[in-house]
């Protein structure tokens, strides 16, 4: 089965501040990573897929990249909405893995 | 809009038995792969399984494989999933999700129901 961690667990940031989030898979998924933000009692949400497609009607400041083994997910400048959980998914087969999560909190 | 809502959640006793069903509209739900995935309290999201349109491709995770057992009905736009054999383990919100298949990325989640194993 493939593993997928993210890194940090957890990070404080500033409204403005450039975030970014890593993701890493212990084999190679190609480009078959994909992106969610959760927030609290909610369910989650796609932002991007298949590494760096952005999900119709996400905001241009989040992006993604990366390919293989190592991805992540930048929030180009953090807004108050944006305060949340992010998940990695890897789709390049089953078991379809989640990472462990990366809560953004306010500084 | 997509539309997927569950239910049939609640408490049951460790070695219990429950099915979950999910209600889906806004779509052609025939069309569509279909997931469950869970959420422990405090804790990341775990998928669970997945059904393809025709219900001939099946995937479970191993956390779940023999206890659980995921099911359509396109007639009736619903997908269930029955579990079996209920731990304290699976105390969780389960959500269920459309998946686009080429992808095998979730792009519409229903708002969860709580399944609560205790004794």
Redesign the interface.
């Known amino acids: 089965?493939i593993q997928m961690t993210q890194s940090p667990s957890s990070l404080s940031a500033s409204v403005g501040d450039r975030v970014t989030i890593t993701c890493r898979a212990t084999q190679s998924i190609s480009s078959?990573l994909?992106w969610?933000q959760?927030k609290p009692g909610?369910?989650?949400?796609?932002l991007i897929?298949?590494a760096s497609g952005l999900?119709s009607g996400v905001p241009s400041r989040f992006s993604g990249s990366g390919s293989g083994t190592d991805f992540t997910l930048t929030i180009s400048s953090l807004q108050p909405e944006d305060f949340a959980t992010y998940?990695c998914?890897q789709?390049?087969s089953?078991?379809?893995?989640?990472?462990?999560?990366t809560q953004v909190e306010i500084k | 809009q997509v539309q997927l809502v569950e239910s049939g959640g609640g408490l049951v006793k460790p070695g219990g038995s429950l099915r979950l069903s999910c209600a889906t509209s806004g779509f052609a739900f025939s069309d569509y792969y279909m997931s469950w995935i869970r959420q422990a309290p405090g804790k990341g999201l775990e998928w669970l399984s997945y059904i393809n349109d025709s219900s001939d491709t099946i995937y479970y995770a191993d956390s779940v494989k023999g206890r659980v057992t995921i099911s359509r009905d396109n007639a009736k736009n619903s997908l269930f999933l029955q579990m079996n054999s209920l731990r304290a383990e699976d105390t969780a919100v389960y959500y269920c999700a459309r998946l686009k298949f080429r992808e095998l990325l979730f792009d519409n989640w229903g708002q969860g129901t709580l399944v609560t194993v205790s004794s």
Not at chain 1, 42 to 46: E, G
Not at chain 1, 94 to 101: E, K, M, Q, R, V
Request: proline residues 12%; glycine residues 12%; hydrophobic residues 20%.
């Open positions: 089965d078959y994909n969610y959760q909610k369910a989650p949400k796609l897929y298949v999900q998940y998914q789709s390049y089953p078991p379809l893995t989640f990472g462990g999560g």
